[in-house]
Nanobody
């Protein structure tokens, strides 16, 4: 199993920035894929940014150029730097890891962007 703990959410004005962190309980070298999803109010959960099993990155079109996913393998941590935030980025942000074919999720962290 993998436990994931997110942090860094909060309330920010439009145009502001936040950085989310997700710490995994296992070595990043043993995790196949890891990244961020979000669940906006009244909508379905969606991909934000992801490190794939091949080591490449995928971004949702809506965040390209504004969000950056990064990792520190020695701290077992994945980050999401969010710049130029918009009210439509308001959501609960979840970290997800794929380990031995199973999906593991963090508890989520709320991001609220005011206009």
């Amino acid at each position: 199993q993998v436990q994931l703990v997110e942090s860094g959410g909060g309330l920010v004005q439009a145009g502001g920035s936040l950085r989310l962190s997700c710490v995994a309980s296992r070595s990043m070298f043993s995790i196949n894929a890891m990244g961020w999803y979000r669940h906006p109010p009244g909508k379905q959960r969606e991909l934000v940014a992801l490190f794939t099993s091949g080591g490449s990155t995928n971004y949702a079109d809506s965040v390209k150029g504004r969000f950056t996913i990064s990792r520190d393998d020695y701290k077992n941590t994945v980050y999401l730097q969010m710049n130029s935030l918009k009210p439509e980025d308001t959501a609960v942000y979840y970290c997800k890891a794929v380990y031995w074919g199973n999906d593991y999720w963090g508890q989520g962290t709320q991001v609220t962007v005011s206009s």
